[in-house]
Structure formats: structure tokens, C-alpha cells
């Protein structure tokens, strides 16, 4: 109920605004812009054409720009940022988290962005540097930097005059981390030990160990699935020596949850998920005139079956009628099994332990409505053309692919998986052409046969 109201909410401020912009009233919506969250205002800009998200970008206070472009998708904030001078993008993204400006950073041309970093102070430039040095999809790419270190001899009456005299900690902060002089993580002290513990308490003897370090190379995805089975709401990260270089907090790992959502969902279709729904017509066309294409050869592949056995279609027009039964059937079946793999490739539940136990279920369940459905499917056909060996023949045909339909859907994404190919976006079109050919094959080929 809540989401509903707060979807109500922003299409109404969406409606608003449009109709504020078209009527000239620029000054009603600075207004409207200044009572916003940077979130909203990100959400505005990216439900807004391309025209309108221009003169809002102006309208809204500069001083909101950085966080509003870290909650921009990548070819919103591109469109923007490629027109701002870089010393105004330097002011905009001052003061931001270090991981939230690597992300804006990592998107801009090479000579844009080291003209960003020249405008930073050293410290800054160097914090934001260390983050950079690590690729975008692992845990130094998400990791902020901005973490607060003590020593395991110091008693907890020390702690607190340090936290005191500091004044203000870093968002999200659950834990301090323990090093020692090399900087190596040895654990870590909960605020909650921090305010219940007795002053004079040395901070060894009531620190927890360090068990919950994540290495710098670990992938994101495998963060965020730490995340989510252990409950974390920050966790430290370490280099190959366990020195502490940063830490990753939970709304890091909600954005990695969210964008490979978004991912699998879009590349199911070939897209890109970070594709601007307002994007130049020209563009989107070409994106997506590259699936197209792929998918075009998959078709001509299931059509050139169909070439070779058509003699056999001029005879029997029932066959035409009944062809792409078959087919459809196998690609939906083995589409089912396709994104319950890629499910649990993506949750870590497949490994080489158990991918043989898997592909055993699914060609059973494949067998088991590749039965059921034969024997309806074909029980219709016979009642519907009176010819017992068409009905046979389509059965025949049923089984097979439903039962091919489950084994390649545990094999495709897998194999996929294997040759660094994204199950999500090339498993459904190649499991779909696997089907297609397979199906056509089996039913056209035993109708030549027998009839």
C-alpha cells in the first residue's frame, strides 16, 4: 500500500512538473526541486524526455548534483555530466563518499576525468584513486574508504574521548576496525560493545576477530550474497596481505542486488540495463539491432529445417497447420529451466558438485510432461483430423523435445557460464533455437517418414 501511494506520488510530481516546465513557470519548479530528495530528483530526471531532464538539470541547486548524479543509471548520468565543465563536476562531487564518486568518475572519457581528479586535493585525489585502481564489479570498486581504525591495547575510555573529539562518524557505521601498527585487520568492536562495556575494559579483550573480512578481488556479486545470508550492515575489506583498505556497507549492496535484477531482467530481452528509457531514437536502435540481428539467424536456422522438408508440407497441408506446436512447447519448457538455472548460478546453489543431480531432475520432469503432454496433444490431434498416425507422429515429436528442452536448459547457461557468455542474455535465444531446430526435425522428419 505504501509503494502504491509513494508510485502515486511521484507521477503525480512527474505530471506537475511537465506541465510547469511547458507552461514556462521555471521559477514554481527551482521551488519544487529545492523541496526534493536527491533520489526523487534522480527519478524525475530519468521518467523526464531528454529536452525537459535538460532545463531541470539547470534548475536544480548545484549543490545537490553529486549526490543526485550517484543515483542516476549510467547513460542519464553520461548525457549530463558530458556537459558540465570539470571544475564544476570537481565542486558538485565534493564532499561525496569515496565509492559513490568512483562511480561517476569511472564513466567519464579518460581526459575528463583526470581533469575532475587535478581539482581534488591530494588526500581526496588519492582516496578516490585507490578506489579507481579496482574494477567496478568487485569489492575495492564498491568499497568506501572512509573507515575509522584503533588499536587493541587502548581501553574503551579512550575509544569514546576519540570518538568525541571526532564528532561525526561515517554513514552506515555499525563497527570500528582493530589494526595493528602494519595496518593488518585482527578485528573488529561493535558500537553497542563500545556504549555497554566499562571504560577501563582494554579493547582485546572484548573485540570480535576479524572473521567477517572480505577480500578486495571478491566479486560483487558474491558480496551481496554475503551480505544477504549473513545479515550484514558493513563489513571491512582487506588486500592480499589482510591489510584494511575500506569497507562496503548495505545500501552498496542493495545497489547490487537492484542492478543485477535489472540485468537479468533486460538482457532476457538484449538490452542493456542501463540503457535511458528517453534515449536518442538512433541510438536505441542500434543497441538493439544487434539482437535482432542474432536472433534473425536463429530463426533462419529453425527455418531452414522447415526448407528441407518441404515436399513434405506440399502434401499434407494438417502437418503446416500443426508444425509449431512442437517447438513452442520446447521452448517454453526449457525456458522454465533455463531461468531456474541462471537463478541458481547467480545464488551460488550450482557447482560441479551437483550439476549432474540437476540435469537428472530436469530430464525427468521433461520426460514426465513430455508424457503427459504427447499423449493430451496428441489425443487432440487424432480427435481433430481423424489420422492416428499424425496424432503418433506429433506425440513422438512432443517427447523428444520436451525432454531435450530439459536437458539443454541445465546445459546452455552452464556452458555459458563456463565461456565467460551471460546466461541471462544468450541462454533463452540459444535454448529457444536448440527447441525450434530439434522439434521441427524430429516432427517433420518422421512425417516424411511415415506418411
Known amino acids: 500500500m505504501a509503494e502504491q501511494l509513494e508510485f502515486d506520488q511521484a507521477h503525480q510530481t512527474l505530471q506537475e512538473v511537465s506541465e510547469a516546465l511547458e507552461n514556462g513557470r521555471f521559477v514554481h519548479v527551482r521551488r519544487q526541486l529545492q523541496d526534493m530528495e536527491p533520489e526523487d530528483i534522480a527519478h524525475l530526471l530519468e521518467a523526464s524526455p531528454r529536452k525537459s531532464r535538460d532545463v531541470l538539470w539547470q534548475l536544480t541547486d548545484p549543490e545537490d548534483y553529486g549526490d543526485i548524479l550517484d543515483e542516476l543509471n549510467e547513460d542519464v548520468k553520461d548525457s549530463l555530466v558530458s556537459k558540465m565543465a570539470p571544475e564544476k563536476l570537481a565542486e558538485a562531487t565534493e564532499g561525496m563518499d569515496t565509492d559513490d564518486l568512483a562511480y561517476v568518475l569511472r564513466s567519464l572519457p579518460d581526459d575528463l576525468s583526470r581533469e575532475v581528479l587535478s581539482q581534488m586535493d591530494s588526500d581526496e585525489r588519492h582516496r578516490v584513486e585507490t578506489a579507481l585502481s579496482y574494477p567496478e564489479d568487485t569489492a575495492g570498486g564498491l568499497m568506501n574508504t572512509d573507515v575509522i581504525t584503533i588499536r587493541s591495547d587502548v581501553e574503551i575510555e579512550v575509544v569514546l574521548r576519540y570518538l568525541r573529539m571526532k564528532g561525526e562518524l561515517p554513514e552506515a557505521t555499525d563497527a570500528l576496525y582493530v589494526v595493528d601498527e602494519d595496518g593488518e585487520l585482527t578485528g573488529h568492536l561493535s558500537l553497542m560493545t563500545i556504549l555497554t562495556t566499562q571504560p577501563d575494559v582494554k579493547v582485546s579483550e572484548v573485540m570480535d576477530d576479524a572473521d567477517e573480512a572480505i577480500s578486495v578481488d571478491t566479486s560483487a556479486t558474491d558480496v551481496a550474497s554475503l551480505f544477504e545470508r549473513r545479515d550484514w550492515v558493513s563489513a571491512p575489506i582487506v588486500d592480499d596481505k589482510h591489510h584494511l583498505v575500506g569497507r562496503i556497507t548495505i545500501d552498496d549492496v542493495v545497489d547490487v542486488i537492484r542492478e543485477?535484477?535489472?540485468?537479468?531482467?533486460?538482457?532476457?530481452?538484449?538490452?542493456?540495463?542501463?540503457?535511458?528509457?528517453?534515449?536518442?531514437?538512433?541510438?536505441?536502435?542500434?543497441?538493439?539491432?544487434?539482437?535482432?540481428?542474432?536472433?534473425?539467424?536463429?530463426?533462419?536456422?529453425?527455418?531452414?529445417?522447415?526448407?528441407?522438408?518441404?515436399?513434405?508440407?506440399?502434401?499434407?497441408?494438417?502437418?503446416?497447420?500443426?508444425?509449431?506446436?512442437?517447438?513452442?512447447?520446447?521452448?517454453?519448457?526449457?525456458?522454465?529451466?533455463?531461468?531456474?538455472?541462471?537463478?541458481?548460478?547467480?545464488?551460488?546453489?550450482?557447482?560441479?558438485?551437483?550439476?549432474?543431480?540437476?540435469?537428472?531432475?530436469?530430464?525427468?520432469?521433461?520426460?514426465?510432461?513430455?508424457?503427459?503432454?504427447?499423449?493430451?496433444?496428441?489425443?487432440?490431434?487424432?480427435?481433430?483430423?481423424?489420422?492416428?498416425?499424425?496424432?503418433?507422429?506429433?506425440?513422438?515429436?512432443?517427447?523428444?523435445?520436451?525432454?531435450?528442452?530439459?536437458?539443454?536448459?541445465?546445459?546452455?547457461?552452464?556452458?555459458?557460464?563456463?565461456?565467460?557468455?551471460?546466461?541471462?542474455?544468450?541462454?533463452?535465444?540459444?535454448?529457444?533455437?536448440?527447441?525450434?531446430?530439434?522439434?521441427?526435425?524430429?516432427?517433420?522428419?518422421?512425417?516424411?517418414?511415415?506418411?
Open 260 to 451: 543485477d535484477a535489472e540485468h537479468s531482467m533486460m538482457s532476457m530481452a538484449g538490452m542493456d540495463d542501463e540503457e535511458d528509457t528517453f534515449a536518442p531514437v538512433v541510438k536505441s536502435a542500434r543497441k538493439r539491432s544487434v539482437w535482432l540481428g542474432a536472433n534473425v539467424l536463429a530463426a533462419l536456422a529453425a527455418a531452414s529445417v522447415s526448407n528441407m522438408f518441404e515436399a513434405t508440407l506440399d502434401q499434407m497441408a494438417a502437418i503446416a497447420v500443426l508444425m509449431t506446436i512442437v517447438p513452442s512447447m520446447g521452448g517454453v519448457a526449457g525456458n522454465q529451466t533455463v531461468a531456474l538455472v541462471i537463478r541458481g548460478l547467480a545464488l551460488g546453489h550450482i557447482g560441479d558438485s551437483n550439476k549432474r543431480e540437476l540435469l537428472l531432475k530436469e530430464a525427468a520432469i521433461g520426460f514426465l510432461n513430455g508424457l503427459l503432454w504427447a499423449l493430451i496433444i496428441g489425443g487432440i490431434v487424432v480427435v481433430w483430423k481423424g489420422n492416428w498416425m499424425l496424432g503418433g507422429i506429433i506425440s513422438a515429436a512432443m517427447m523428444t523435445n520436451l525432454l531435450v528442452a530439459g536437458i539443454a536448459g541445465v546445459t546452455i547457461p552452464i556452458m555459458l557460464k563456463k565461456m565467460n557468455i551471460d546466461p541471462a542474455l544468450a541462454g533463452g535465444m540459444a535454448l529457444t533455437t536448440v527447441t525450434d531446430v530439434i522439434g521441427l526435425s524430429v516432427f517433420l522428419g518422421l512425417a516424411t517418414i511415415l506418411i
